[in-house]
């Protein structure tokens, strides 16, 4: 009982990290975004970062930016930074230096083709190559809004048409009560021996 218990937790993480199966996280950068060693207080899980792909003042983030669902550091980010110091030191959840709400939601980069969700919506710091959802991650989206002008929740665009699951859903809705007709058919009009 205990080890299932045990089991059963530690499969609700896994599926937690890697968001929604209607909507899963990528799970790792593209390779067209490089990663490299680094000692910022604010990467020591990977000792990796990567940089931006913007004119931010800070570009440098951890190397695992966006790649699960979990609450990812912005270092670049004024409403969760200050920035007036190099490297930038994190605000405070409270207080008079106090943190943006949205610095502390879930979210992780994910596939728009592959995502049923209608929150994805393209990266401010990797527009031509990366979108996100906080959906996936059972967050809601209060970055965009808060900080971006021009991009809009939802606006990610599929670069390939999706699979129209519906349509073999469809079909097998449509054999099945074909067959449900044949078997009152059947009843209703026995073969004659």
């Known amino acids: 009982m ?13 599926q937690a990290s890697t968001g929604n199966p209607a909507c899963p996280c990528l799970g790792a950068l593209p ?13 020591p899980e990977s000792m990796k970062c990567v ?5 931010y003042n800070w570009t440098i983030y951890p190397g695992d930016y966006g790649e699960k669902c979990k609450v990812h550091k912005e270092p670049g980010a004024f409403g969760c930074y200050d920035l007036s110091s190099d490297p930038p ?37 990797f527009p031509e190559e990366l979108e996100y959802s906080y959906e996936t991650c059972e967050s809601e989206n209060r970055y965009t809004d808060a900080v971006n002008a021009t991009n809009k929740i939802g606006s990610a665009k599929c670069a390939r048409p999706k699979a129209k699951s519906s349509d073999a859903h469809t079909l097998k809705i449509g054999l099945g009560l074909l067959v449900v007709s044949m078997g009152t058919l ?5 073969a004659q021996a």
């Open 31 to 43: 390779d067209s975004i490089p990663k490299f060693d680094c000692t910022y207080d604010f990467a």
């Open 89 to 125: 030191t994190e605000k405070f959840t409270g207080g008079d230096n106090k943190q943006a709400e949205w610095c502390g939601d879930a979210w992780c980069y994910i596939d728009p083709c592959a995502c049923d969700f209608s929150d994805p919506t393209p990266s401010d710091y």
């Open 2 to 14: 205990i080890r299932s218990m045990v089991l059963a937790s530690f499969s609700g993480m896994a």
């Open 51 to 55: 940089e931006l792909k913007n004119s």
């Open 186 to 190: 059947m009843k209703e009009y026995p």
